[in-house]
């Protein structure tokens, strides 16, 4: 008969993982230290632009984008995506990002979430809010470029404050300020149904919300 100091042992003692299992496993904790380290340089390179410069890990606005961020700027608004490609060679030619032989929509995908972001915060601002999107590669491997995408700028994520800071000082700090309280209020990226509140937060009336018409990359 079993006796409790039988049945505390058996509940103590978890089932040994299979070999698939700990090999997913393993696989999913590399994949995830190896997000963060790419996280963590996107991060660093735009904290170099200055505090005049807001960037916000889209993750924290309940957006579904990984390594991704919208960064509010004497330049603008971008929409900065970070792809990781290690040490392989990366070919782009326009719309198309190859790598390993796979053709990848990082294109089509960051002008679809700066599109988005762009039409949320102009419906809060009250005026239209352009945001840039930006494609950052993340990693050791060539970068071969066959011709520049039109409405999105890809970039070594090394380049990325050097990219960013190069379009100067469109817009005046107070506007940074405002246009960063918009992007930080739940309403702007409220569902259709909680859209109607949006009239209650407007900054912006009758005229655009940049100050400066910048040339386009």
Known sequence: MPTDRNNQNSLLQAPRPTPLEWARRRRNERDARRAEAVRERAVTRMSRLGVQWKVIDIAELGLPAKNTFLTIGPGGVFLVTVKEHGRTRVRLAGDVVQIDGRRLTYIPEARKLADQAGKAMSRTAGSMVPVTPVVALSG?????????????????????DYLLGAYGERIAP????????????????????????????????????????GSGR
């Open 174 to 213: 107070s506007t940074v300020s405002k246009l960063y309280s918009i992007a930080r209020h739940p309403v702007t990226w409220a569902t259709p149904e909680q859209r109607a509140q949006v009239e209650s937060y407007k900054w912006y009336a009758g005229s655009t919300a940049t100050d400066k018409t």
């Open 140 to 160: 050791t491997g060539v970068i071969d470029v066959h011709g520049l995408p039109k409405g999105c700028v890809v970039t070594s994520y090394r380049e990325l």
